[in-house]
């Protein structure tokens, strides 16, 4: 498989686990499921997860230069 | 019913903002004869309910439970030092009606409940979601759903925030995006700075006053997210679950109320 390259912006308290706007090298067509294993994000949480600015499930395939947004349920009021 | 009029001090009072590019007399009376919910009068809540007063709201029923306490001065600022140990609904009545007296505000020094939720949001024209928990968000949903309210969805944490409007049966309900809370959210243990709290207020109310009067584009089914540490905006299109527990099954044969 080829690599590929997409950047990950984290939201709200998952900010701080890396650098915003961070480029991560995966495989061409792996999930954004196998990408939150790759950072090491609870994968039994629950998270909003946009790719270039659409919604998107967690079996959405990532492609070269997609931008994943990871965002959790946050409540400070 | 009968629709109130604008009196000449009403037009008087808010002659700058009928000058707004496409914003009526009939916008105004629209947000003079409204009903917002208001749960939460925190930091963001209660800059919510500041700005919907000040432009002319009809009526604000506020719903929080608590007295106010030093720490919470960073960011309510609808209280005021002097009343540490006060009732905080009580406090922000008497701020409000300090700024704008012609306002009607009704107050409940309670939490949203699954039992209560429905009553509190049955005769308002929209509800503003800005309780420091997920269960009062998850209820205030609900019966948002329930009673075909739209509702105003802002939360933060540290820098950044999110913000969506919900009009039930057409747009993504709380539920539709977010399925599952976060176990490890501490109600009072959220780090904020009272600007940022203030700014996601702002937009909450011009949030609420588009839905109210029609005036603009609200955020339907967008989700706006914004973090202040690097002033990074970004809105994302956010789409209904039909599966959803909670507003999946809504068949929508008549208009919101709005």
Redesign the interface.
């Known amino acids: 498989m080829n690599a590929t390259t997409i950047t990950v912006k984290l939201?709200?308290?998952l900010?701080g686990r890396m650098e915003?706007d961070q480029k991560v090298i995966i495989s061409d067509n792996e999930t954004i499921h196998t990408v939150i294993e790759r950072l090491s994000i609870d994968p039994q949480?629950?998270y909003?997860f946009?790719v270039n600015?659409?919604?998107a499930g967690g079996d959405t395939q990532l492609h070269d230069g997609d931008v994943l947004?990871i965002?959790?349920?946050?409540?400070?009021? | 019913m009968m629709i109130p009029q604008l009196s000449d001090k009403d037009s008087e009072r808010f002659k700058r903002q009928l000058t707004l590019s496409g914003y009526t007399k009939d916008h105004q009376i629209k947000l003079k004869s409204s009903t917002a919910l208001i749960a939460g009068v925190g930091g963001v809540g209660g800059t919510t309910a500041l700005y919907l007063a000040i432009a002319g709201i009809g009526r604000l029923k506020l719903v929080h439970s608590g007295v106010l306490t030093s720490s919470n001065l960073n960011r309510q600022i609808l209280m005021t030092e002097g009343w540490i140990g006060k009732t905080r609904v009580d406090c922000a009545k008497a701020t409000i009606h300090r700024i704008a007296s012609g306002v009607q505000v009704d107050i409940y020094d309670e939490r949203m409940t699954m039992d209560n939720s429905a009553a509190f949001v049955s005769d308002a024209n929209v509800a503003v979601s800005a309780r420091p928990n997920f269960p009062e968000r998850c209820a205030l949903n609900m019966a948002c759903v329930q009673h075909k309210i739209p509702m105003i969805e802002g939360a933060m944490f540290d820098m950044d925030a999110y913000l969506f409007s919900i009009r039930p049966g057409y747009t993504p309900c709380f539920h539709c995006l977010f399925k599952d809370a976060d176990s490890r959210w501490q109600e009072l243990e959220f780090p904020v700075l009272g600007a940022l709290s203030g700014t996601l207020g702002c937009m909450m109310a011009i949030e609420a006053i588009k839905v109210i009067t029609g005036y603009g584009q609200p955020l339907f089914s967008r989700m706006l997210l914004y973090n202040l540490s690097n002033m990074d905006f970004s809105t994302i299109a956010i789409h209904r679950d039909p599966a959803c527990p909670v507003c999946g099954a809504l068949q929508v044969t008549e208009g919101v109320k709005a």
Not at chain 1, 71 to 77: D, H, L, N, T
């Open positions: 939201f709200g308290t900010r915003s949480a629950w909003l946009s600015g659409q919604q947004m965002v959790p349920p946050i409540s400070g009021g």
